[in-house]
């Protein structure tokens, strides 16, 4: 059986039950229990089911969702934020650039959190500041006002110097037919300098950008990992950005 038809089942039955085993899928469909945990590990990856000890089970029936925070994290960014929070690790060093996502993401930090930050965004310092265990490093260059974040040829060029484990990028516009645009050309070319030395991207986007479209080109989808949202992964908003070897939460 060809791998879509694989998947529009396993789908199908998670509908109707909430459940499906390795063994169950693999007895149904006629195929190794290995090829169903392939399909299972790709589903997931996509936002379309949780994978669990021995099988999957629905989004929306996974007790550790965000989704069943929304009464204690009901903001957008407050969400994001919290998603975002196990992919940090102690020892890290990662890259945060400009925009209140980002800084909803350091006030959700846990209190222990050890990691160094290569930041351009002044706005997040304070929030930071308070982390005995943090490192901060500023970005040099020509402070903008209206953003709060350094940019220009002198951010670019000490964003260079370094290589980071996580690049946390708040994000203007993302797109299947695009990728991540920018509405201001210097934010776009800080960002373009961050990607460089990233091993791992996380973009943060609210929905109401998740299909958009700004004048400045960042990079295409191959150049992210990680896309975070405020939406539950399964949301068909979110339709046109899967199958794209980028991973939704």
Not at 22 to 47: A, F, H, K, P, W
Request: glycine share 8%; hydrophobic share 40%.
């Amino acid at each position: 059986m060809i791998r879509e038809k694989r998947f529009g089942h396993i789908i199908s039955s998670l509908k109707n039950t909430g459940t499906v085993t390795y063994s169950q899928m693999s007895m149904d469909l006629l195929v190794s229990e290995d090829t169903i945990r392939r399909d299972i590990d790709y589903l997931d990856e996509n936002g379309l089911l949780s994978k669990v000890r021995g099988g999957a089970i629905s989004r929306d029936k996974n007790p550790l969702s965000f989704q069943d925070r929304t009464d204690f994290h009901s903001t957008e960014k407050e969400i994001i934020g919290m998603k975002v929070q196990p992919l940090i690790k102690p020892g890290m060093s990662v890259f945060m650039d400009g925009g209140t996502t980002v800084c909803a993401v350091a006030e959700c930090l846990p209190t222990n959190a050890s990691f160094r930050v290569i930041t351009n965004n002044l706005a997040l310092v304070p929030l930071l500041a308070r982390f005995r265990n943090i490192e901060i490093i500023v970005l040099g260059g020509n402070h903008d006002r209206d953003t709060q974040t350094n940019t220009g040829a002198r951010t670019c060029d000490e964003a260079a110097e370094f290589v980071v484990d996580l690049y946390l990028m708040g994000t203007c516009a993302i797109s299947k037919d695009f990728g991540i645009t920018a509405s201001i050309r210097e934010d776009g070319a800080v960002k373009k300098a961050m990607l460089k030395g990233s091993k791992t991207v996380i973009v943060l986007s609210n929905s109401k950008k998740v299909g958009a479209n700004e004048p400045f080109v960042v990079c295409g989808l191959e150049g992210i990992n990680v896309l975070v949202t405020e939406l539950p992964s399964n949301d068909p908003k979110l339709d046109e950005l899967r199958f794209k070897n980028l991973k939704i939460i």
